[in-house]
């Protein structure tokens, strides 16, 4: 099992940059699929991005790909996410998750949340 905490949500103006940070603990954590999701309020929580916990494979979503990017230093228990070239649609709350078991390429299975960090895109 782990424990996640988001960091590094902010207000940032259209075609900047912001790193997100998750903090996970737990001996299990390196083994662990994890990913990001978002939700603006009122509207169903969407995929982003996540990485493997064995070979550190990543899968970004189409609205993302090539501005986002997932990685992890298992080292330090800690997963980000860059990213460039903002757009006000990317505006959310922005949750880490865990997944104990399974794979990347699907989107269940995630047991564990974290509380959520804001992401404010102004134009």
């Known amino acids: 099992q782990v424990q996640l905490l988001e960091s590094g949500g902010g207000l940032v103006q259209a075609g900047g940059s912001l790193r997100l940070a998750c903090a996970g603990s737990?001996?299990?954590?390196?083994?662990?699929?994890m990913g990001w999701f978002r939700q603006v309020p009122g509207m169903e929580r969407d995929f982003v991005a996540a990485?493997?916990?064995?070979?550190?494979?990543?899968v970004v979503a189409h609205s993302v790909q090539g501005r986002f990017t997932i990685s992890r230093d298992n080292a330090k228990n800690m997963v980000y996410l860059e990213m460039n070239s903002l757009k006000p649609e990317d505006t959310a709350i922005y949750y880490c998750?865990?997944?104990?078991?399974?794979?990347?390429?699907?989107?269940?299975?995630?047991?564990?949340w974290g509380q959520g960090t804001q992401v404010t895109v102004s134009s």
């Open positions: 737990g001996r299990a954590f390196s083994s662990y699929n």
């Open positions: 990485i493997s916990g064995s070979d550190e494979s990543t």
């Open positions: 998750a865990a997944k104990p078991y399974g794979d990347i390429w699907t989107w269940n299975g995630y047991e564990f």
